[in-house]
């Protein structure tokens, strides 16, 4: 079945680094827009960053400058790759899939579990 498998978050101090994996299963990888969305207690759920399938990416305003999206559909994986992390990223990121991207409500649409980031000092 189809799965997508996030990983790498941790705890990190202000001004770290970090960068998020997910391994996608059981779908036409290379079909799909990638997205990281994050979502925290008391904030909006945010999309944080996008990539389409051939590799245009996008980058919500708060992360700009800071993350880089990137994909390797040989390795049917897409990485966020996180620096200058700030308190405010704090979150659990969760890698989305959607075959006619993310602001369509056309499906199929696949989502993981999540992988939490933690920014303290």
């Known amino acids: 079945d189809v799965q997508l498998q996030a990983s790498g978050g941790g705890f990190v101090q202000p001004g770290g680094y970090l960068r998020l994996s997910c391994a996608a299963s059981?779908?036409?990888?290379?079909?799909?827009?990638m997205s990281w969305v994050r979502q925290a207690p008391g904030k909006e759920r945010e999309l944080v960053a996008t990539?389409?399938?051939?590799?245009?990416?996008r980058y919500a305003d708060s992360v700009k400058g800071r993350f880089t999206i990137s994909r390797d559909n040989a390795k049917n994986t897409v990485y966020l790759q996180m620096n200058v992390l700030k308190p405010d990223d704090t979150a659990v990121y969760y890698c989305?899939?959607?075959?006619?991207?993310?602001?369509?409500?056309?499906?199929?649409?696949?989502w993981g579990q999540g992988t939490l980031v933690t920014v303290s000092s």
């Open positions: 989305h899939g959607d075959r006619y991207g993310i602001a369509t409500m056309r499906g199929p649409k696949y």
């Open positions: 059981g779908f036409t990888f290379d079909d799909y827009t």
């Open positions: 990539i389409t399938n051939r590799g245009t990416p």
